[in-house]
């Protein structure tokens, strides 16, 4: 469909709560999710929340086979998530470097839980019900995030391990 401006962090917009899908299987549904995945993949990403692009629904998008961005991470399987709820499998958390396409350049070190479950539905809306752990778990907390208005950086205990890609990791692509 169309590749869509990106919403920077500073916008109020990504700082809004999104509303729950309730029509599925649409055809604005479908262009919104055909734009979001030409969003994420001209900007390069693993992931994109609907309030990135300035759509305040519950929608988020992940996965890859590799990425630049993040060459040691596992492969995650291309998920369109609708109305997520995710639970924590546990009390353990990993700290590990986070980039977002609405704060461009910059990475900083945030803790996530490392196993979780989430489930949601899909477009045409059937449960989706997995149970995940290392970077595919990050991934999607971090998307989730967007759903509630929060960018990395509130999450993150020490902003001194917060900067710009191309200082803190010389040898990658912001």
């Known amino acids: 469909m169309a590749v869509q401006k990106l919403l920077r962090m500073g916008d ?3 700082l809004e709560i999104a509303a729950p899908v309730r029509d599925f299987d649409t055809p604005a549904l479908h262009v919104l999710i055909a734009d979001m995945l030409d969003t994420m993949a001209a900007a390069g990403g693993v992931g994109l929340a609907a ?3 300035g759509v305040g629904l519950q929608v988020v998008i992940f996965g890859f086979e590799r990425n630049e961005r993040y060459p040691e991470a596992e492969p995650v399987p291309l998920t369109c998530l609708l109305n997520p709820q995710i639970t924590p499998l546990g009390e353990d958390e990993e700290l590990g470097w986070e980039g977002c396409l609405s704060v461009p350049g910059l990475r900083g070190e945030v ?3 490392t196993r979780i479950r989430y ?13 995940v752990e290392g970077f595919h778990a990050r991934v999607v907390q971090h998307e989730c995030d967007h759903l509630i208005g929060r960018l990395y950086p509130t999450r993150m205990r020490d902003l001194r391990k917060f900067g710009f890609t191309e200082e803190l990791f010389p040898d990658l692509r912001a």
């Open 12 to 14: 109020p917009r990504l």
């Open 51 to 53: 309030p990135q692009i």
């Open 111 to 113: 803790p996530r839980y």
């Open 119 to 131: 489930q949601g539905l899909t477009p045409a809306g059937e449960l989706i019900d997995r149970t």
